[in-house]
C-alpha cells in the first residue's frame, strides 16, 4: 500500500470527521484560554492553564492523526490518553472542587458538559480510530 493510499484512508470518513472535530477543539480551546488569560487570569488560574493545555494536546493530536507512520501513531495515541485522562480528573475534580475548576474556565470542566460532552466522546473516538487504523500507520513506516 502506498503513502497516498494509507492517507486517503485516515483522511476519509471517519478519520476526516475526527481530524475535523480536533482541530475544532484546538481552535476552541486556545482562542478560549488566550481571551481568558487576557482577561481573567487571576479568577481561575489553574483551570485556564488547563484549558490551554488541552488547547495543545488537541493540536498535537490533531497534526499526528494527518501525519502517516509508526511515530506519529505514538504521539496520537500519548496525546489521545492523556486526554482522556485529564477529561476524566479534572471533569471528576471539577464537580468535587468547583472553586478550583469554575464552569466558565475549563473545557473539561464537568467531563466536557459546556462542549456538549464532545471532549469526552472525542478521546474515546480517537482511541478506536488508532486501534482500527493501526496497521495503516504502520505500513507508512
Do not use: C, H
Not at 41 to 68: D, H
Amino acid at each position: 500500500m502506498t503513502d497516498t493510499t494509507a492517507e486517503r484512508q485516515k483522511t476519509s470518513g471517519p478519520g476526516r470527521t475526527l481530524i475535523v472535530f480536533y482541530f475544532i477543539m484546538t481552535i476552541a480551546a486556545v482562542f478560549r484560554s488566550v481571551y481568558q488569560a487576557i482577561t481573567a487570569f487571576g479568577e481561575a488560574p489553574l483551570a485556564i492553564t488547563l484549558s490551554f493545555v488541552a488547547g495543545v494536546i488537541y493540536l498535537v493530536a490533531t497534526i499526528n492523526l494527518i501525519r502517516t507512520g509508526r511515530t506519529a501513531y505514538r504521539i496520537a495515541f500519548a496525546a489521545i490518553t492523556f486526554e482522556l485522562v485529564g477529561v476524566v480528573v479534572v471533569g471528576a475534580l471539577s464537580l468535587v472542587l468547583p472553586r478550583v475548576f469554575p464552569f466558565d474556565y475549563t473545557v473539561w470542566w464537568g467531563f466536557g458538559l459546556g462542549y456538549l460532552l464532545i471532549p469526552l466522546a472525542l478521546p474515546i473516538l480517537g482511541l478506536l480510530f488508532l486501534r482500527s487504523q493501526r496497521a495503516v500507520f504502520a505500513r507508512t513506516a
